[in-house]
């Protein structure tokens, strides 16, 4: 039988859940993004002591299994703050594009844990994102939908952002 038509272990049963994988990259945050973790963790502890009052064994490992993952991240996050202004696309900095439809796309570059690229916010280590670090206004950038002219960079503080 295919592994996709087995049902995985929520912890239910006795089992042991599998850890949750922790990215072998430098674990940077912005501010907003220590924040967020940190919130995470909170949410996470509360769950866990409602979980434990209701005897909910399998609730309580899905929870904990969560809490050791978003702990480790939080002691592991490395505070990048955004300069206040920069000539290239850095970490934490806002990127404005223009394609060659007059289409207007931004990305902030943020850490792993605070992606979200339907809001624009994406991973430093996500391919556009390598491929916009370390670039100038007027740079040229090869999207997979076409190419994009960088035509601001904004590098406001992103404490603000939460």
């Given at each position: 039988m295919s592994r996709a038509f087995v049902k995985e272990?929520?912890?239910?049963?006795?089992?042991?859940?599998?850890?949750?994988?922790?990215?072998?990259?430098?674990?940077?945050v912005?501010?907003?993004g220590l924040h967020q973790i940190g919130a995470t963790v909170e949410r996470l502890q509360s769950a866990?002591?409602?979980?434990r009052a209701a005897e909910d064994r399998a609730a309580i490992a899905r929870v904990?299994?969560?809490?050791?993952?978003?702990?480790?991240?939080?002691r592991s996050a490395e505070v990048v703050t955004a300069p206040e202004a920069s000539d290239t696309v850095r970490f934490g900095a806002t990127v404005a594009l223009e394609k060659k439809d007059g289409e207007r796309i931004e990305y902030q570059?943020?850490?792993e844990d605070e992606a979200?690229?339907?809001?624009?916010?994406?991973?430093?280590?996500?391919?556009?994102?390598?491929l916009l670090i370390g670039a100038s206004v007027g740079d040229i950038a090869a999207l997979v939908d076409g190419e994009a002219e960088i035509r601001e960079i904004a590098c406001m503080a992103t404490e603000a952002a939460y």
């Open positions: 272990s929520d912890g239910s049963e006795g089992e042991e859940l599998p850890e949750l994988l922790v990215s072998p990259h430098r674990n940077l912005t501010p907003a866990l002591s409602e979980a904990q299994r969560d809490l050791r993952y978003w702990i480790q991240r939080l570059i943020v850490g979200d690229p339907a809001h624009g916010k994406i991973s430093y280590v996500s391919p556009i994102a390598r």
